[in-house]
């Protein structure tokens, strides 16, 4: 069943599922099915599908280390540039949909506004990691230097998790729980380091 | 930019329509639809054009009804509206107490029968930078002040929601230490602008927007206009308000529209009106300058925001 071979298989399918969000959010603005405030909405929604996606590559690498799952290490790259596809409508949205272009505007928002500045960094640390993504690109760059440039997952990560939490008015429930699987996966991460025979379970 | 003093309905305008309303669909109606029914005007926005500011046009009911801040229903937009159907407004009183003469609780009904309920179409700012339109139904804060008479020592008046989390799921959860808490100073309760509404569109106070009895201080951001309230303080000193205690970094107790004075986490120099595509310019005091501003002569408002 978790074989290498299915998973092959199904990803047509869960490139369609990652997608399928996208598409519906947009005919639903298009069609005035997003509420009274549907800039507001579609970008929240693209936000928080790109946060959920992003934390999912990471539980991906996770799960990885048992050794029946291990296959599901090939979803990884669809999903996390299916992460910066959704970072990139949010971003998109930002600049253009609720600013209007209004770049003085922005740019004194960006630099002004802390949580706005934390979504940002974390957006320009997924570029490089959506421009290395292709097999020729490790290839070039060498697997450790490639690996390097993805370690930018985890400013990423943290950055847009605080991004969320702080943009929240009251009652955090939902962005902590973000922090809280965030701060497990670090765990698990410091923990293999320190002791690399034992494999997380 | 000018603000319209047009925008705020005359009683005999108010009256001369109910009227005519009254005159010519009443006795057709009343029969077959409800009271609550009749008297809502949501499919004729229209009638509230003449109140309406040059560069305003008026909210639909849905818009206003389904898009709230009102954290005892849930902290989405949408739960209060989706959430509010288990609470019960009827009846409804208010305690009046503090530094005033007549102290006392009174029935709603009771209330409503003392003081002149009238037409407001108010615009209305939102702290998270949108705003809205709104046909307010409601009578002036003065009125019942007068009813409870304070004494001179009375510089401030704290509202206080009612606490029903059996009813009102969102105070289950600690968001927010219950119950909600707003005040003003005695001058901004006494300004004519200060309403008690009970309804809007015609429509006795949807739940979600704050049934039965909600304040509205238009020059102020949403958050001071504190909603189904059930007691009023009369107080020599600042009263806490629920905002300010949680944050008080971020919201103060002015709370005045303010485009030059940022909230720390996002500018509050334009608003989405909802509705529209582009963002607008926020005007000082919600456009409300003219009426308020001079109460603010001497204030800080750098500081006092």
């Known amino acids: 069943m978790f074989s290498t071979k299915n998973f092959n298989r199904s990803k047509p399918y869960i490139f369609l599922l990652l997608l399928f969000p996208s598409l519906l959010w947009i005919l639903q603005f298009i069609t ?28 991906i690498t996770t799960l990885a280390n048992i050794k029946k799952l291990k296959s599901i290490v090939l979803f990884r790259r669809m999903i996390g540039l299916f992460a910066f596809y959704y970072v990139t409508l949010h971003f998109s949205t930002y600049i253009f949909l609720d600013h209007f272009l209004d770049i003085n505007f922005i740019f004194k928002d960006i630099i002004k506004r802390p949580f706005i500045t934390f979504g940002f960094i974390s957006f320009l640390c997924l570029i490089p990691l959506a421009l290395t993504s292709t097999n020729q690109m490790v290839k070039r760059l060498g697997f450790k230097v490639w690996k390097k440039i993805h370690y930018l997952i ?48 | 930019m000018k603000i319209l003093g047009s925008e705020i309905t005359p009683y005999s305008t108010y009256l001369n329509r ?15 639809i409800s009271s609550n029914v ?35 229903f849930g902290t989405h937009k949408k739960h209060p ?29 009771k209330l409503l029968s003392k003081v002149t309920v009238e037409d407001r179409v108010y615009r209305l700012r939102c702290v998270e930078a949108w705003s809205m339109v709104i046909p307010w139904q409601g009578f002036q804060l003065s009125e019942l002040i007068k009813i409870a008479d304070p004494l001179s020592s009375a510089k ?36 004519s602008l200060t309403i008690l ?46 905002w300010e205690t949680l944050a008080p970094w971020e919201y103060g107790f002015y709370a005045n529209v303010n485009p030059s004075v940022d909230h720390p986490r996002w500018s509050q ?37």
Do not use: C
């Open chain 1, 154 to 201: 985890y400013p990423a990560v943290i950055l847009s998790s605080f991004h969320f939490y702080m943009l929240v008015r009251a009652d955090k429930t939902e962005p902590m729980i973000y922090m809280g699987i965030i701060v497990l996966l670090l765990l698990q991460r410091i923990a293999k380091k320190l002791n690399p025979l034992e494999l997380v379970r």
């Open chain 2, 81 to 109: 509206s989706l959430n509010s159907g288990n609470f019960n407004p009827n009846p409804w009183s208010i305690k009046l107490e503090g530094l005033i003469n007549n102290p006392q609780t009174i029935d709603l009904e």
């Open chain 1, 32 to 59: 005035g099915n997003l509420g009274v405030n549907p800039i507001e909405r579609i970008m929240d929604e693209f936000g928080l599908m790109a946060l959920r996606l992003i934390i999912l590559t990471l539980t």
């Open chain 2, 38 to 72: 009749f008297a809502n005007h949501q499919a004729s926005p229209d009638i509230y054009n003449k109140f309406l500011g040059e560069n305003d046009t008026i909210n639909s009911y849905e818009e206003i009804t389904t898009y709230n801040n009102f954290y005892e």
């Open chain 2, 269 to 305: 120099s334009t608003e989405r009106r909802i509705g529209e595509f582009k963002r607008r310019e926020t005007l000082m005091f919600n456009g409300y300058e003219e009426e308020v501003a001079h109460l603010y002569k001497d204030l800080d408002m750098t500081k006092f925001y």
């Open chain 2, 156 to 191: 401030y008046i704290q509202f206080v929601t009612v606490l029903r989390p059996e009813e009102m799921p969102g105070q289950q959860k600690r968001t927010i230490i219950w119950p909600y808490r707003e005040g003003l100073r005695m001058d901004e309760a006494m300004n």
């Open chain 2, 197 to 242: 509404a009970t309804g809007l569109y015609g429509h006795k106070m949807p739940n979600q927007n704050g049934a039965p009895i909600r304040l509205v201080v238009p020059w102020k951001y949403g958050f001071k206009s504190i909603k189904s309230i059930v007691a009023i303080r009369f107080l020599n000193e600042q009263p806490e308000t629920s």
């Open chain 2, 18 to 32: 109910r009227k005519f309303i009254k005159g010519t669909f009443a006795t057709a109606l009343a029969t077959t």
